[in-house]
Every structure is written in structure tokens, then in C-alpha cells.
């Protein structure tokens, strides 16, 4: 009996919050934006959320494109199959490591940090002032974020696959001996724009949209403690990866099994 | 009834009942707030004086009753409606809430900036005489981190009266001050309302200082005002809640303790577990 008391109360918390998520979604994003006072603050988020993950996306791409290049190599080069190192990497990267592994660094990179700065933010009332000074912090805190990080990471996601090929044709190329041509030439000829480009583009994209709206949406609805808002970062983290794998898997799903 | 209030009254609260969670914290109170006067709330801690400035301010619902601003009742307002008349007041925090990732200048430039379209060479002039105001001019290039605690809550002053709004609700004031702090504070709340007619509700526990700047005094304990008048008749009020709170007694018809059981009671219950 205790236990579906229990059952019921978490379910029941678990929609009301979720129906708290949709509203804040809408209620942040869905408005007529001030494009003379909203462009220096989305810039300034686009700074802070977008360039500054930068660096961890270059050097974690760039690994992840040497270490398939070298697992890649050392099987391929059983089969004389040496020549398709490229296009291997290439799908590899754009189907799937890039823009998971690149949704996976920017929710522990910028997600949990912005979980924290609002959190924060409501915990020393600043929201709450912005609010009795008649600015809404939906639209002045909330959006510009939601849209910095929802911008950035498909650009990330980008870097990340380009850097990971670049790194692979280090190793494969420069240090195991395969030839630059044919590194290239096979990888163009193998790699479809919209089979392959286009949906690591919307995987990126989806990826982007869930990140975002749960980093804003716990730092949102923290409880405004500091136990409250560690919780809170903690849960952006583990959320959005433990979704970031999942809708991966529905839309490697959907969009490569006919 | 709408009416006949409105000309006199700034904030009229009527009949207000508000509870967190089962806690009943206002039961069926009514107070007014003239207008262009410096109103004076005063109650023991936690009774709920931050609630009744949130709830004035519309960021809490009350269970039931009016609480009219100028005539539109706050509780009933749409949020565009709320955010309309929220231009017209502003809110010093107990915590100060200044905006962390600005500097003292652009804190106080911030209302200013958002809600007009002054020249920054304006705006400048605004901020340094609000800073003058409250004694922190050479102050306007420190970031909120590098400010003393009561530095902080004179900075959120200065920033709550940088529009020269309708309606000021200040949230303890006076908390943390020096005494020639102090001093000046309480003049510079006084003069608001003198020179500009600002109506302010000053929410403090310093009996001397709100008995000196108040026009009228409200005392809330025990869920309900238990006395109001000017400040010569508190203090000449039989109740002897009242004359308990200005005197400052421990011991007396108001509970200075949070609901408990009796401390005795409860020592017992513990030894024969
Ligand atoms: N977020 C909250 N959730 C639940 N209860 C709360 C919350 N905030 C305040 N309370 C309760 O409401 C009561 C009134 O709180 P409030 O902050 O208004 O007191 P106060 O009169 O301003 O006290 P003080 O003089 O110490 O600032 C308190 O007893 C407190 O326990
Ligand atoms: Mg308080």
C-alpha cells in the first residue's frame, strides 16, 4: 500500500513537473523577440555557452578521430581493405560519435553550467528582483540561453566531426603510410549529403533542443538551496545524456534501417 | 468601494488570507497604505512582513481577498497586466538580490537602461546621484562581490529607487547599518516621500527608527495587525501586544518562539523516552 502511495506521488510529480518544463518552454521561447536589446545578450550567451566549449570539442574530436583511425587501420589493413579508412572514419564520426559524443561533452560542459548559474541566480533572488523590476526573466534569462546553447551545438557538432577526420587523416595518412588521395577520394565518393550529412545535422539539432531545455528547466525549478542546486546540475547532466543515448538509438533507428 | 479607496489610499489589502502549505500566515487581514506616506510595518521575525511585500508585489496568491494596487487588484491581474503595473513599484530585498555578474553602476543602471530611453550621459548622472544619495559614489566600480554586507544592501537601495517609482517597498532597510548609515537612510526614505510624494512601506524591526520616519505604523503578529495609528498613538496603545513588541520584552503576550510544543513539555517527552 506504501509503496503505490509512493508510486502514484512520484508519478504525479514527475508530470506536474513536466508539464512546469512545457510551460517555461513556451513561455521562454515563444515570443516576439527584441532584436535592439536581444542580440547583445544572445551574443554574450553564444560567448559563454557556445565558445567557450570550444576547446574541449577540438580536443576531444580530434582524439576521437586518431583513436578510430588507429582501431580502423589495424582492422582494415587485414582485409587489404587499407582505402576505406576514410570513409569509416567519415561515417563514423558524422552518424554517430559527433553528434553524440559532441551532446554528451556540451551538456557536462555548458548544460550543468548554465543548470547552475540560474539556479544560483533564483537562490539569491536575483530572478525574483527581475521580476518585481518588471522585466520577465523568462524572456531576459531564459530565452537568450535556450537559443545560445540550441545555436551552438550543431556549429559544435560540426567542428568536432571536421576536426575528428582531420585528426584520423593525421594518423592514418601521415603516420600509418595511407595514401592522402585515397583517403579522400574514397571518403567523398562514400559519404551522401543527405543521408549522412543532413542527419548528423538533425541528430545534432534534437540533441541541442533537449540539452537546453533541461539545463534551463532545472536551474529554473531548483530548489533554491545549494544542496538544491547541485541536485539540479547533477540531474542536467545525467538527464540529458541518459536522452541524448536514447534518442539516438530511435533516430539511428529511424533513419538508417529501411 | 473601488473608489472611494483609491483616491487616498495607495495599496488597500483587504480581507487577505494567505497559508504555505497547511501553515495559516495572514488570516484574514486588511491594512491600507496612504499614499505619498511612509507606512511602517513592524512584527516579530518570521511572521510573515517579506510575504506581505511579495504578495503586494504580486509574486505570491493570496488564498482569498483584494489586495488593490491604484485600483487593479494584484492577485486577479494577467501576467502582462502584473508586469504593467510592476513598472510603477520597485522592492528593496532583505537579501539585496543585486545582479551578481554586474558591477555596481550598471546595478543600479540596470532599471534605468531597461525601462527608458535616457542617454548613457543621463543615465550616468541618475546613478551617480542615486550612489551620492547612499554614500557609495566612489563604490560605482566594485563588483557586488567586493562589497561589505550592509555596502550591498545600500547599493540595493540605490538601485530600487533608481526610477523614482510610485510605490518603494523596503525589506528591512536598515539591517546592517552603522548608526550614521542609519542616519542617513532614514533621511533619505523621509525626503522620497516628502519631496517627490513616493509612497513607501518601510518592513523593519528598529522601533526607533521606524517610529521616527513612519507616518503610520502597522503591527503584525499572530497572523493579524494587532495595532496601527501614528506613531505617538503605539505608543500610547493600551494593547499589551504592542506595548511588548516597542519595548522589546522577551516575556509576554507575544510568543517570541516559532510553534512549538511547550520547551518544558517537550524535555520530558525526551528524558522518558
Ligand atoms: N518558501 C517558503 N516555503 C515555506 N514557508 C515559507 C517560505 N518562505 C517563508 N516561509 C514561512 O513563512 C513565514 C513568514 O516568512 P517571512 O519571510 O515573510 O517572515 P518575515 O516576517 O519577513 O521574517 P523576518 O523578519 O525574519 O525577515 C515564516 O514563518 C516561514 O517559515
Ligand atoms: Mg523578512
Redesign the interface.
Known sequence: MQQLHYLGKQTLSMISGLGRAVILLVSAIVHVPNVRKGTPLLIQQLYSVGVLSLLIIIVSGTFIGMVLALQGYTILVGYGAEASLGPMVALSLLRELGPVVAGLLFAGRAGSALTAEIGLMKA???L??L??????PLRRIIAPRFWAGFISLPLLTAIFSMVGILGAHVVGVNWLGVDSGTFWSVMQEQVDFEKDILNSVIKSIVFAFVVMWIAVYKGYDCEPTSEGISRATTSTVVQSSLLILCLDFILTALMFVK | MINSAFEANLVEIENLTFKRGERVIFDNISLSIPKGKVTAIMGPSGIGKTTLL?LI?G?LKPESGNILFAGKNIPLLSRADL??V??Q???L?Q?G????DMSVFDNIA??IR??TKLSENIIEKIVLMKLEAVGLRGARHLQPSELSGGMARRVALARAIALDPELILYDEPFAGQDPISMGVIVRLIRSLSDALGLTSVVVSHDVPEVMSIADYIYIVAEKKVIGHGTPEQIRQDSSPLVQQFIQGDADGAVPFHYEAPAYRDELIRRVSK
Open positions: 539569491t533572488e536575483q525574483s528582483s521580476e518585481m523590476m518588471a522585466i520577465d | 511579495r508585489g509574486q508586469y504593467e510592476r513598472k513599484m520597485s522592492m530585498f537579501s538580490a543585486l545582479f551578481t540596470f532599471p531597461e525601462h
